[in-house]
């Protein structure tokens, strides 16, 4: 059974930084992206950037280049999220998921078949 679990979320001003961890485990053979997707109130869930274990190919969404970086230790273990630059539009809930996923379907909320609880992130101005 495959476990999710994020940590590392909180408040911090605008510009500021925070770092997220997603810890894994039960992690199946049919697993080779790890991702971080994030759910504003009254928005949909949107992909933040992702990371193919195997060859730790990394992709970001547009909203993230240069801002955000997703990065894995042991492939499948530990997966990070380091975010600078933090924007009050940047304040959600941040999800971890594992999913068998084709490169060009990253973003795709329903290609993960496992989620964690999530972290809040709340940046304000």
């Known amino acids: 059974q495959v476990q999710l679990v994020e940590s590392g979320g909180g408040s911090v001003q605008a510009g500021g930084s925070l770092s997220l961890s997603c810890a894994a485990s039960g992690i199946t053979a049919n697993t080779n992206f790890m991702g971080w997707f994030r759910q504003a109130p009254g928005k949909e869930r949107e992909a933040v950037a992702a990371i193919s274990t195997g060859y730790g190919i990394t992709y970001y969404a547009d909203f993230a280049k240069g801002r955000f970086t997703i990065s894995q230790d042991n492939p499948k273990s530990t997966v990070w999220l380091q975010m600078n630059s933090l924007k009050p539009e940047d304040t959600a809930m941040y999800y971890c998921?594992?999913?068998?996923?084709?490169?060009?379907?990253?973003?795709?909320?329903?290609?993960?078949?496992?989620w964690g609880q999530g972290t809040q992130v709340t940046v304000s101005s």
């Open positions: 998921a594992a999913g068998g996923v084709f490169f060009n379907t990253w973003q795709r909320a329903s290609w993960y078949h496992s």
